[in-house]
């Protein structure tokens, strides 16, 4: 069973480009969550889907965009990147609000 | 989500049991204590939660005081491979109209010494 899996592991990008977080879960959880750590802190929200067509923003949503097309997707797109986003982004699923939540391995994202 | 106090940082011997302290005085009734850990370059892992009765599984116990203002976690024989930073969370799963998620604070970096 795979769980959480974030593409890429890591990721350098100039000022301005754009890409795209890929997260897919295997175990049919209707809440989807997207984090970014900056170093010595903790997660912080950026968006979140509590199921297919159906997102919404966190505490920080700023720069970043999201769509939740199947179950399973729940890709995080980065347009005109900022060095203020450069972190590592972690991807999470849980079946329900409040209930266990399973996390990826992580995205170390760097933008010069 | 109310707010909780955890120490930066706590050291013990490896073999022996640990105790995570967490305080969290504006807790509401319906706030599940939840912790997760983060062992380095991994992203966060579910280790434990309850209500009001002290809980039990295979990787920690927690220990929830009578009112409900701090909780402990228990590791009853810790391992090199605990040394993580821990988080003590509120979570209320009624809060209709707020944002969903959890709601990281710096948490405890426990030290495991050989």
């Known amino acids: 069973n795979a769980g959480v899996t974030q593409t890429p592991k890591f990721r350098i990008l100039k000022i301005g480009q754009s890409m795209t977080l890929q997260c897919a879960q295997d175990m049919n959880h209707n809440y989807m969550y997207w984090y970014r750590q900056d170093p010595g802190m903790g997660l912080k929200l950026i968006y979140y889907s509590v199921g297919a067509g159906i997102t919404d923003k966190g505490e920080v949503p700023n720069g970043y965009n999201v769509s939740r097309s199947t179950t399973e997707d729940f890709p995080l797109r980065l347009e005109l990147a900022a060095p203020s986003q450069t972190s590592v982004y972690f991807c999470?699923?849980?079946?329900?609000?409040?209930?266990?939540?399973?996390f990826g391995q992580g995205t170390r994202l760097t933008v010069v | 989500d109310a707010k909780t106090t955890q120490p930066n940082s706590m050291e013990s011997n490896e073999e022996e049991p640990v105790h995570l302290p967490c305080n969290h005085s504006t807790i509401s009734g319906t706030d599940y204590i939840h912790w997760y850990r983060q062992l380095p370059s991994q992203g966060p892992e579910y280790v434990i939660h309850?209500?009001?009765s002290n809980v039990n599984n295979r990787m920690a116990s927690l220990a929830i005081a009578e009112d409900r203002k701090s909780s402990t976690l228990i590791l009853h024989r810790a391992t090199l491979r605990d040394a993580a930073v821990y988080y003590c969370?509120?979570?209320?799963?009624?809060?209709?109209?707020?944002?969903?998620?959890?709601?990281f604070g710096k948490g405890t970096h426990l030290i495991i010494q050989p």
């Open positions: 969370i509120l979570r209320d799963l009624y809060s209709g109209g707020g944002a969903d998620g959890l709601t």
């Open positions: 999470a699923s849980s079946y329900a609000r409040g209930t266990e939540a399973f």
């Open positions: 309850g209500l009001t």
